[in-house]
T-cell receptor, first 111, second 114 residues
Framework: DVKVTQSSRYLVKRTGEKVFLECVQDMDHENMFWYRQDPGLGLRLIYFSYDVKMKEKGDIPEGYSVSREKKERFSLILESTSTNQTSMYLC??????????FGPGTRLTVT | AQSVTQPDIHITVSEGASLELRCNYSYGATPYLFWYVQSPGQGLQLLLKYFSGDTLVQGIKGFEAEFKRSQSSFNLRKPSVHWSDAAEYFCAVGAREYGNKLVFGAGTILRVKS
């Protein structure tokens, strides 16, 4: 079975702090994705990556950056957190067959 | 632009009753279609998918979905709902022309009453 793990389930940060969210997949998938999930808005794509060191902006990249130094690992970076970044963050991976596999999510609260 | 609509934000059904969750999409291409389920505090789990072929697809946990191209719909069904089906359900659409990205609907929260 595909396994996607995320470094933290819950995080509480103060405004202005830097946050790293790490995602690791064990199925050698080329594609990896970061979403944020907010009630009533579904999942919105922040960034995605088709290959190592490759990244592309999704629909809501402002305030975020990403890093993919190894194929299995995709990190989401919040350089200076703000309260409007309080959300559930979901990582996913896929092979080029479109079916995405999700991690358990990180619930980030910024106070 | 591509979009996915799940018209029902909340649905409540009695245990043992049938269920249908609606999904409509707007895509200028041949779509790939998915239904995911999310239990509280968890990630998303794939229920079923449609790429091509038979328009009625079977998934896990007794769910099925039917692709109707003429209606741009991919509704999820289950003949008899169990209390453990209470969760949030997401429809998602992709297409070869748009790379490996998926577009998700806003979700439908299913409540099951005993």
């Amino acid at each position: 079975d595909v396994k996607v793990t995320q470094s933290s389930r819950y995080l509480v940060k103060r405004t202005g702090e830097k946050v790293f969210l790490e995602c690791v997949q064990d199925m050698d998938h080329e594609n990896m994705f970061w979403y944020r999930q907010d009630p009533g808005l579904g999942l919105r794509l922040i960034y995605f990556s088709y290959d190592v060191k490759m990244k592309e902006k999704g629909d809501i990249p402002e305030g975020y950056s990403v890093s993919r130094e190894k194929k299995e690992r995709f990190s989401l970076i919040l350089e200076s957190t703000s309260t409007n970044q309080t959300s559930m963050y979901l990582c996913a991976s896929s092979s080029p067959v479109y079916e995405q596999y999700f991690g358990p999510g990180t619930r980030l609260t910024v106070t | 632009a591509q979009s996915v609509t799940q018209p029902d934000i909340h649905i409540t059904v009695s245990e043992g009753a049938s269920l249908e969750l609606r999904c409509n999409y707007s895509y200028g291409a041949t779509p790939y279609l998915f239904w995911y389920v999310q239990s509280p505090g968890q990630g998303l789990q794939l229920l079923l998918k449609y790429f091509s072929g038979d328009t009625l697809v079977q998934g896990i946990k007794g769910f099925e979905a039917e692709f109707k191209r003429s209606q741009s719909s991919f509704n999820l069904r289950k003949p008899s709902v169990h209390w453990s089906d209470a969760a949030e359900y997401f429809c998602a659409v992709g297409a070869r022309e748009y790379g490996n990205k998926l577009v998700f609907g806003a979700g439908t929260i299913l409540r099951v009453k005993s």
